[in-house]
């Protein structure tokens, strides 16, 4: 019986200590996690306190501002510290063993300005724009679905890639990153129209005229960038201007380099649709040769939409049809005056920072 007892607090002891290494785990990890999303909140929210800084800063100093469109000023955060627009970094930190520099960018965006706070603090916490996180963290591929260095450029291509974004509760794809600007392609369908359904005196009828520049949906995708549905106006800011690449090709041109899109531009614009020969290049399929193989459905996710879409490329040998891309078929001429969805194109300017997300489906980039 004594060493039945002795047995059993034994074991009591075991079970003790074993709860309390447990429970002293669980404490550890929580308090680990706690003082990372503590510290992180904490570096937010003297981004804030930067912003702010600039934004009272250039209200003083207005001749500061980037006058022409698309330019970038920054001011330091010594010089906001010095004119008593913020506290010193060191006692916004109020840490003796951190130490952390940073300044804010202002860039003009169709007369309106983003304000970009860029803090560093070493290992601790770094501001990341959201085209330097994308290259750090995306491995360039060379087969298989991923990103793939082409045409100088880094372009997704595939039927399964990791390329969403969110903004203003809209997804949109990635489609690649041309001079340092992402390209987002809308997903969501907004709604279904005709290309163009003005009298084409070719054809004495009102197929349309297959000309971007004077088309019903170029006048479509102005009114719908003016308004606040699509994006807002602090979503605007994100934006950069960018030719669209408007070229006329043939149904069996080869090119995919974008060359042939790429000898008319509708300048200057900050929506647009998709040139055809980035869907061709999404394709991994190696039948994907021509303007119009429908080999080019394979392996390719910019074809997971619910309709066919318009695309910004119109056909060289008439005055009326352009390139849609139908889930089934791939890319097909059709009469401008017929209908597809509507699937817009933004440029993300190179200051747009990484918030959260891997790009998945379930957790798509999130910037600001």
């Given amino acids: 019986m004594k060493d039945f007892i002795e047995g059993l607090d034994k074991k009591k002891v075991m079970y003790l200590v074993g709860g309390l290494v447990v429970i002293i785990v669980i404490f550890l990890i929580f308090n680990i996690i706690g003082t990372q999303l503590f510290s992180k909140k904490n570096y937010e929210e003297i981004e804030n306190i930067m ?25 330091d955060v010594s010089t906001l510290s010095d004119g008593k627009y913020m506290k010193s970094m060191d006692k916004l930190l109020n840490d003796k063993n951190k130490s952390c520099t940073g300044k804010v960018k202002v860039t ?13 603090c070493g290992d601790d916490y770094k501001t990341i724009a959201f085209v330097d996180y994308l290259k750090k963290n995306i491995q360039v591929v060379e087969s298989g679905d991923g990103l793939y260095s082409l045409n100088e450029q880094l372009v997704y291509r595939g039927e399964k890639v990791n390329n969403y974004v969110v903004i203003n509760n809209k997804t949109f794809r990635i489609i690649k990153i041309e001079d340092d600007k992402v390209v987002l392609m809308l997903v969501n369908k907004l709604l279904s129209m005709d290309w163009d359904n003005r009298y084409n005196t070719d054809k004495n009828s009102k197929v349309g005229i297959n000309t971007y520049n004077i088309s019903r949906i170029n006048d479509y995708l102005k009114e719908l960038y003016a308004g606040s549905d699509f994006l807002t106006s602090d979503n605007k800011l994100l934006l950069a201007r960018y030719n669209v ?3 006329k090709r043939d149904a069996n041109n080869i090119d995919k380099s974008g060359e042939t ?13 998709l040139p055809l020969y980035d869907f061709l290049n999404a394709s991994l399929d190696t039948n994907c040769t021509i303007s119009t ?18 695309t910004s490329t119109a ?27 509507v699937q817009p194109v933004i440029y993300l300017s190179s200051n747009t920072v990484y918030v959260d ?5 379930e957790n798509p980039y999130k910037v600001k």
């Fill in 261 to 273: 899109e790429k000898t008319d531009f509708y300048e200057n614009q900050y929506i647009g649709l």
């Fill in 51 to 75: 912003k702010n800084a600039a934004l009272k800063y250039y209200e003083d100093n207005k001749s500061s501002l980037p006058n022409e469109i698309g330019n970038t000023n920054e001011v």
């Fill in 315 to 341: 056909d060289i040998n008439t005055s009326y049809k352009v390139y849609k891309i139908d889930i089934g078929s791939g890319a097909v001429l059709s009469n401008a005056n017929t209908n597809a969805s």
């Fill in 108 to 120: 003009n965006v169709d007369n309106s300005y983003k304000y970009t706070p860029i803090l560093d």
């Fill in 357 to 361: 997300g891997n790009g998945s489906k």
């Fill in 245 to 247: 690449p408007v070229g």
């Fill in 293 to 310: 193989s429908t080999s080019c459905v394979n392996y390719n996710y910019l074809v997971k939409l619910d309709s066919p879409y318009w």
